[in-house]
């Protein structure tokens, strides 16, 4: 018979997001930071390839990368709605962890598995995050998408992108429960 862990089981069941502008002080420091990012690195990944690595955003990295999306709405030539709302999360955000895809070369791992396992080290992130206590909201945006804001932002390469922000922070209001998938309809078996 398998072993359960019922209270895992019951977390991942009811676990939910918290919307990143309802977070609040305080945040994690770097003591209490680094058992998530442990945890976050402990996922599947074809090859042992590890291609992810983290980019810690503190208060003051925040306000620099507001400017940054301003700029690059400038740039793009985004509306002042647009602009303002890339450059939203950094405006607001106390901390967060940029969760960096790097594609390593590899003949036998396709890059997708690579995206794949960077979009499993966001949510590892977030659920350790919340399992820890504190809230957490998993945010792109058009900021993140951008090669620009990546490399003036980030110092990205060119082999690297922004695979998810997770904003971490003390919760100061419940969200109401979001309608969940009906698991008949998307479920099939062969
Ligand atoms: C790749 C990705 C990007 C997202 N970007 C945003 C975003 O920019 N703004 C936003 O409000 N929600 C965004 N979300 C949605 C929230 O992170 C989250 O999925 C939603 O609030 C429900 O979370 P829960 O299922 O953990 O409760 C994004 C989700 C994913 C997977």
């Given at each position: 018979m398998p072993v359960a862990d019922p209270s895992a089981l019951a977390f991942l069941q009811n676990r939910r997001s918290r919307p990143a502008k309802t977070l609040g002080l305080p945040v994690p420091d770097a003591e209490a930071l680094r058992p998530l990012l442990t945890a976050a690195a402990r996922t599947p990944d074809h090859g042992k390839l590890e291609p992810w690595r983290f980019i810690v955003i503190d208060r003051a990295a925040m306000a620099r990368l507001a400017e940054v999306a301003e700029q690059r709405g400038a740039a793009l030539g985004l509306g002042p709605e647009d602009t303002a709302k890339g450059r939203g999360q950094f405006d607001q955000g106390n901390l967060a962890v940029a969760v960096i895809e790097v594609q390593k070369p590899s003949p036998k791992i396709p890059p997708l598995e690579q995206t794949y396992s960077a979009g499993a080290v966001c949510l590892a992130l977030l659920n350790a995050a919340l399992a820890a206590g504190w809230g957490a909201n998993w945010l792109s945006g058009w900021p993140s998408h951008d090669r620009g804001f990546m490399e003036k932002?980030?110092?990205?390469?060119?082999h690297e992108r922004i695979a998810g922000i997770i904003h971490i922070g003390t919760e100061t209001a419940a969200p109401p429960e979001r309608p969940r998938p009906d698991i008949d309809e998307i479920t099939t078996w062969l």
């Open positions: 932002g980030f110092a990205l390469a060119p």
